[in-house]
């Protein structure tokens, strides 16, 4: 009897702090009206790379303010989140740390790069994890283009790319008061399909 009283306290006390642990207080349902603002934050930092990585490979931005962006192109992105990167020769991908990208971004060795992300959207809705985040795709279109001064357009291609997000409950402090907040970041960048 007496061990079976042990028992119970114990469940009792796993339940206990199971209730007080980060993941189960993330753990919480998002309103639709939350939902449609977190999307759009979504979106927008979705758009933030998009520009960041265009600033990045315009062989006009200097080389300052480009490494300036990359450290803001960074900040959108989960730790040891990785971005794909397609060969179209061979149809290889390789998926670099985000950081290594940009700065393999940087040096492209073309006289001229363009580079424009559309047709950005949702393509799986938010999914709660065990962890407590939640976790959604974003796909978006990257239409990459490199120019010589001499010949003109060297390579052209058309990729299209899964980003996912991930959203979880977070904490600041403001004016003495801790104040909760839904916060987006960005996960990996990986290749769905590329066509020249």
């Known amino acids: 009897m007496e061990t079976l009283k042990h028992f119970k306290l114990l469940w009792v006390m796993a339940l206990w702090l199971a209730a007080a642990s980060p993941?189960?207080?993330q753990a919480e349902a998002i309103s639709p009206e939350r939902k449609m603002a977190i999307d759009s934050l979504a979106l927008e930092?979705?758009?933030d790379l998009s520009t960041?990585?265009?600033?990045?490979g315009d062989k006009a931005t200097p080389w300052s303010e480009a490494n300036r962006v990359i450290e803001r192109a960074v900040e959108l992105?989960?730790?040891g989140s990785r971005f794909g990167v397609s060969n179209v020769a061979d149809g290889s991908i390789v998926n670099y740390p985000v950081r290594t990208y940009l700065e393999r971004l940087l040096r492209?060795?073309?006289?001229r790069v363009e580079i424009d992300w559309f047709d950005i959207q949702y393509v799986s809705d938010l999914e709660l994890q065990p962890d407590g985040r939640y976790v959604g795709v974003?796909?978006?279109f990257q239409r990459f283009s490199a120019y010589s001064d001499e010949t003109g357009l060297v390579y052209r291609d058309q990729t299209q790319k899964d980003i996912t997000i991930y959203v979880e409950r977070k904490e600041t402090q403001i004016g003495g008061r801790v104040i909760g907040f839904w916060d987006v970041m960005l996960g990996d960048v990986r290749v769905k399909e590329t066509i020249r």
């Open 138 to 140: 974003i796909t978006v």
């Open 52 to 56: 960041y990585i265009r600033l990045i």
């Open 23 to 25: 993941a189960f207080a």
């Open 45 to 47: 930092k979705v758009r």
């Open 77 to 79: 992105f989960m730790e």
């Open 108 to 111: 492209l060795n073309y006289d």
